[in-house]
């Protein structure tokens, strides 16, 4: 069967326009089931064994040592401008919940970058390595943020940077435990 030359290009666009809705519908569909693998990774997440290496320390850090605390652990990158951005936002809304342990677990980076923005910065988080548990959770992206109530319980997590999203969820955390 030989297509008319006047049908070859309408053919083309359908092919086309089709071939997009099912990239987009993939798209979708494959970054709604990391979201959920990764929710039910950090459902299934035992925190009072949760221990991070310290950067460019011979220490580490452990959750449980902070129960008592709302606790945030922020999944960072030196190159993601949006994590960089939450980073400072987190900064100006720590001293509203002075009480809040910030986890900032730096992620599939450059030691020297890493240090670099640390000495440039003086948040006062706790400073991890992260990349083993971003990887083991299966994290769809940075930034991401768990926060865990002041009994080292799962409160929820946010994927990216929205930030009134993140402020509800402390917010809660902090009603939740007066």
């Known amino acids: ?67 008592g605390d709302p606790i945030l652990i922020h999944f960072w990158a030196t190159w993601s401008g949006k994590s960089l951005r939450l980073q400072e936002w987190l900064y100006e809304l720590h001293s509203d919940y002075p009480g809040m342990t910030v986890i900032s677990a730096a992620i599939r980076d450059d030691q020297q970058m890493i240090q670099a923005y640390i000495d440039e910065h003086d948040y006062p988080w706790k400073w991890v390595v992260g990349t083993e548990l971003y990887q083991s959770l299966r994290v769809p992206g940075v930034p991401s943020v768990i926060l865990l109530d002041r009994n080292g319980e799962l409160v929820n997590i946010v994927i990216g940077d929205d930030q009134e999203q993140i402020f509800q969820l402390i917010r809660t955390a902090y009603e939740e435990e007066q």
Do not use: W
């Open 1 to 67: 069967m030989k297509l008319d030359n006047k049908y070859f290009y309408p053919f083309i666009a359908i092919c086309g326009v089709l071939t997009l809705i099912a990239i987009v519908f993939g798209s979708i569909r494959y970054s709604d089931r990391q979201e959920m693998r990764f929710r039910e990774n950090v459902r299934t997440l035992e925190t009072e064994h949760l221990t991070f290496p310290e950067i460019n320390l011979e220490d580490s850090v452990r959750v449980s040592s902070f129960q």
